[in-house]
């Protein structure tokens, strides 16, 4: 460890010769942009956190197109700038190729494993926070039917899913879970007129809790659920304010705070892989003014004490991308 | 499938054509009178961010709508620009027209609303709203006829009745009006036309100005009716199935109808995995389904079932002589 920061001394010396800022982190946003309602803003929230507390100031820099990938982290690592950290699993590729050539330089990645020393990947359990929201959709629908709409048909969605239905079955065993998936495309995270027609589609089916985990799409499931007088669900941030006293809550999706554990730790953050679950508060569900009157005390109860059985390990949830399979929902 | 269950799903279908049934039309003007259009799709994506965005600011739908229009016109203006004036060419001047709507929205949402490349959510008089016919609430309890008023032709947004009643437009306008004559001849014969002393050039920026009008209502139908608020590329394709649509019609008005309508409940069955399953005892993919507009128009263009002929100058610039 001492070599390690002599060694991290001189690079920073060399830095400074260079002008380059010292041991700065860095963030890189996906093309969302940072202000995404979302998971990029959540990681922003994460670095503006940190540096609020601390004092300290980070390089950003928002992608434009694909190709720059790369070209960021180079930019970065030669900066001088550590740790840097970058939002969203499309940086697997790139990531795996730069890592080797900065081996003095710890990147964090964040909802993807790369496996190099200097990396640390940060992986979420959403189906932990999938089934707590799930059983709250069991406990709140009056019709015993409730949806799920999906974004692109990929593991990942589908893991959120299989979460959500094992919660709504814990809650109520009658219930019934519709599930649909967007499309097989990119284009499936941002068709708001699909995700509406989806909504009314499950609606006609009985559904009166709607989950969407479907990026921008989910933007017209909470707005068609609103309309039609029925309860939803958002997903990755705090989405409750968009339909104040309309959307049930909301799983979040804690992105903030692996970033600023990340930047907290500087140069010397835990390589390796990291797991955000509801034991160290990755994920959880949201609660606040605008659905506080939505959730009786008997759903926070049983929903509080789902959460703590799932971080002492007395309650496992089946994670649908370690074996492809679902015990509670057939998509 | 109960009846409520089939009225449901067409009510769906009819929301959902309702888009293609006016990008086709936008693109039956234009390619009627000899301009290939593939940037509906861009033109649509403008007017949707457009539409939304001065909806949010100013409060009231019509003018949102009135500013889609517009800014649907000005990408027609340059597709005409490239293509008629300079006789570019129609496919790359429209290609570009849709990467240029692609980029251009969501760089303009950002800088202006600061929401990721999103407008804010609209509300009350910034949205068209659903309106009930007269009649609907008192005949819903008539037999049979009553839900199928109140469930199926009731309770849409004015510009899907504004669509529908286009389509009779259209073919009166085609058909029956010397504008329409000539609008055709330009697409088949643009020198006999010449020959006859009327602009060439003229017509073309009629048909594509119309196309451009089209495209614009459409566009705003998706973010202030169906939707309220833009989100970054939310036309997902639409303008490549009114194109395929286009072509299943045979680039005629009353048949655009019946392909849209088919497209949109193609659409709405892919929806609904679940009432196909029960009806056919299988599980049928939703993919197919996605998938069957594009082949059934390959089926057509292939010419299995009857032959899909374009109007004869379509593509090509028009040159006075050579």
Known sequence: ?331 | MDLMTLLQLLDSSVRLATPLLLACLAGLFSERAGIFDIGLEGKMLVAAFVSAGVAYVSGNVWVGLLAGIGASLVLSGIHGLASISFRGNQLISGVAINFLAAGLTVVVAQSWFGEGGRTPQLAGAARFDPITLPGAEAMRDVPVIGPIYYELISGHTILVYVALLLVPLTAWLLFSTRFGLRLRAVGENPAALDTAGVSVVRMRFAAVAICGVLCGIAGAYLSTALQAGFVKDMTAGRGYIALAALIFAKWRPWYALMACMLFGFLQALSLRPDLLETALHFKIQVQLLDALPYILTVVILAGFVGKAIPPRAGGEPYVKER
């Open chain 1, 1 to 331: 460890m001492t070599f390690m920061k002599k060694f991290l001394g001189a690079t920073a010396v060399l830095a400074l010769s260079a002008g380059a800022a010292l041991a700065d982190p860095a963030i890189i946003f996906d093309l969302g942009g940072k202000f995404d309602k979302s998971f990029n803003e959540s990681a922003f929230g994460g670095a503006t956190r940190w540096a609020e507390e601390t004092g300290g100031t980070f390089a950003e820099v928002e992608l434009q197109s694909d190709a720059q990938r790369e070209q960021a982290l180079r930019r970065f690592a030669e900066a001088g700038n550590n740790p840097i950290v970058m939002a969203g699993f499309a940086f697997g590729t790139a990531l795996g190729e730069v890592a080797g050539d900065y081996p003095d330089t710890k990147f964090v990645i964040i909802d993807m494993v790369v496996d190099a020393p200097n990396v640390r990947s940060v992986v979420f359990n959403e189906h932990e926070g999938s089934y707590l929201v799930g059983m709250l959709a069991g406990m709140a629908s009056k019709s015993g039917t409730v949806g799920f709409i999906g974004g692109m048909d990929i593991p990942l969605i589908r893991k959120f899913g299989c979460g959500y239905a094992q919660g709504v079955l814990a809650a109520n065993p009658d219930a019934k879970v519709v599930a649909n998936m967007t499309g097989t495309t990119p284009a499936a995270w941002n068709d708001p007129v699909k995700g509406s027609e989806l909504t009314l589609a499950q609606i006609s089916q009985g559904a009166d809790v709607v989950y969407a985990a479907a990026g921008g799409t989910g933007v017209g499931v909470l707005q068609t659920a609103a309309d039609s007088n029925i309860l939803s669900i958002g997903v990755d941030a705090n989405q409750n304010y968009l339909h104040p006293g309309q959307v049930l809550t909301s799983m979040l999706k804690r992105v903030d705070n692996a970033v600023y554990e990340a930047m907290t730790a500087g140069p010397d953050v835990v390589t390796g892989i990291n797991v955000m679950g509801v034991a160290n508060e990755g994920v959880g569900w949201a609660l606040d003014d605008n659905n506080r009157s939505l959730i009786t005390p008997e759903m926070e109860a049983a929903v509080t004490a789902a959460a703590a059985a799932i971080a002492d390990g007395s309650l496992v949830v089946h994670d649908y991308t370690s074996d492809e399979t679902c015990p509670a929902l057939t998509f």
